[in-house]
């Protein structure tokens, strides 16, 4: 009897020998690339996260998908699947990298999953839509493998600043400083639009739209990868489930390259950069009211017409090595000290109904008390994936900018630029200096791991992209 996995590979073999050479007649290696979806759209009922409150989803208003690319130099496969999802707890990610590996021939590790998070979209922790969502992504990534052709990849960037806001703020109000422990912040996540108590923002943005572009020998568009560090847009009806400006953005470059006819292979992905101190909200100014799914589209289209733009000038090369470097890393979880256990105490005590210093102090006393009774620390895995001179490593956190920026900045790579929320989820990741500053996105509960974990990570990630380089140096002498 042949394993799942075995007889897969000989229908591959069987079926598509002549698609799928390791090189042409005169010796020459062969780069290959295939893409497929998966449709992820959770059953209605289930909830809509990204709020303070979730609230089952009444209404589809555009479905959900995984969005995979498979690339392969002959020697190395490597995966990418970006979800339509807020995000994808390590062990989801886990299971499907593992059954794509039980039933391919890639390599769990050289498996990239991320959420795109959409505050628009339902959890994958269900015992309804959890084993559908893995089932998916695998399926869709087996589906790239069979559609792998002959191919050509390019890849650049293009600078759109107008659409990318630091939401984290000094302000002079103090009331807006008020934190959830009864204490001060000194900066102030999303502060009232266009008030005169505004000060300054607290840290950079980062307004590159990173793209790697693939297509047949021939020209033909077979995929195209997108990354902009902007958090989701928003502006969705109550209850309606939507892939936010990411999925339009897939759409939008699909027209625009003149491939989203029925007979088409292709398939357009947006990424979720270093967004975790980044929106689309413009805080010097009131903005206008907007009809629902308005700001979203209009983001999206953008960053479409843009990178369709800037990619007429890509220079594409036949073949380019790649390479997957991965490690772990164990960080700590913060826990509560005693004082701040008995302030939480205290509020609990109180009648529900009243708030004695901060609108979330109550939903801040629970996620505080799951840390202190949950585990000590956490595994997370840390990835960089190689294509020819670019380097993309992935990080399972919602992480501020100036990471991002840092690690384009030291890469020891030509180009590089980061996928957030990839192959698990953690919570938010500050740098040691922004937890300095206070704000929401620095609060224990938000989050939840040790105060330097960002040096850690980058330490962990730039070791690997010398490990990629000096592996490509190698190979190349």
């Known amino acids: 009897m042949f394993s799942p996995k075995r007889m897969l590979l000989l229908t591959l073999l069987v079926c598509f020998p002549a698609t799928l050479p390791a090189a042409d007649a005169e010796g020459k290696k062969q780069f290959l690339a295939g893409s497929a979806t998966s449709n992820i759209t959770p059953p209605l009922g289930e909830p809509v996260v990204g709020g303070w409150a979730p609230e089952p989803a009444t209404n589809i208003h555009d479905e959900l998908h995984a969005r995979c690319l498979v690339l392969n130099d002959g020697s190395t496969k490597v995966a990418f699947v970006i979800c339509d999802i807020l995000y994808i707890a390590r062990d989801v990610c886990d299971e499907a990298r593992q059954l794509i590996a039980d039933e391919t021939d890639i390599p769990a590790e050289n498996i990239l999953i991320a959420g795109t998070h959409t505050h628009s979209a339902t959890p994958a922790t269900s015992e309804n839509y959890r084993p559908f969502l893995v089932r998916r992504i695998a399926d869709g990534v087996r589906r790239a493998l069979v559609n792998q052709v002959p191919a050509r990849i390019g890849w650049g960037s293009v600078d759109e600043p107008r659409e990318v806001f630091n939401r984290r703020w000094y302000t002079t109000d103090p009331e807006q400083l008020k934190n959830p422990f009864g204490g001060m912040d000194k900066v102030r996540m999303n502060p009232s639009r266009g008030s005169a108590t505004l000060v300054r923002p607290a840290g950079p943005i980062d307004p590159e739209v990173s793209f790697i572009s693939v297509q047949t020998v021939d020209g033909e568009p077979l995929s195209l990868l997108a990354n902009y560090s902007l958090h989701y847009v928003g502006g969705v009806r109550r209850g309606e489930v939507s892939a936010d400006y990411f999925g339009v953005f897939s759409r939008r470059i699909a027209k625009l390259l003149g491939a989203a006819h029925p007979e088409s292979r292709f398939v357009g992905m947006m990424s979720n950069g270093t967004s975790g101190d980044i929106n689309?909200?413009?805080?010097?100014?009131?903005?206008?009211?907007?009809?629902?799914?308005?700001?979203?589209?209009?983001?999206?289209?953008?960053?479409?017409?843009?990178?369709?733009?800037?990619?007429?000038?890509?220079?594409?090369?036949?073949?380019?090595?790649?390479?997957?470097?991965?490690?772990?890393?164990?960080?700590?979880?913060?826990?509560?000290?005693?004082?701040?256990?008995?302030?939480?105490?205290?509020?609990?005590?109180?009648?529900?109904?009243?708030?004695?210093?901060?609108?979330?102090?109550?939903?801040?006393?629970?996620?505080?008390?799951?840390l202190l009774e949950g585990p000590d620390s956490s595994d997370i895995l840390l990835q960089v994936i190689r294509i020819g001179d670019l380097s993309i490593p992935a990080i399972p956190f919602e992480t501020f900018a100036e990471i991002g920026l840092e690690l384009k900045e030291k890469s020891p790579f030509a180009d590089t630029f980061t996928i957030e929320l990839a192959n698990g989820a953690y919570g938010y990741l500050p740098t040691p200096e922004q937890h300095e500053l206070g704000g929401y996105e620095t609060w224990m509960g938000t989050n939840r791991v040790q105060l330097d974990a960002s040096e850690r990570i980058t330490e962990v990630l730039f070791d690997l992209m010398d490990e990629l380089r000096d592996t490509q140096k190698v190979a190349a002498e």
């Open 280 to 370: 689309n909200i413009n805080f010097r100014e009131k903005s206008p009211r907007q009809e629902p799914y308005e700001q979203m589209t209009k983001v999206g289209e953008l960053l479409a017409q843009r990178v369709y733009d800037a990619q007429k000038d890509l220079e594409y090369q036949d073949w380019v090595p790649l390479g997957v470097a991965t490690r772990e890393l164990t960080l700590k979880h913060r826990k509560p000290d005693e004082a701040m256990q008995k302030y939480f105490a205290e509020i609990m005590e109180q009648p529900e109904d009243k708030v004695v210093y901060h609108r979330h102090e109550r939903t801040y006393a629970g996620r505080v008390q799951k």
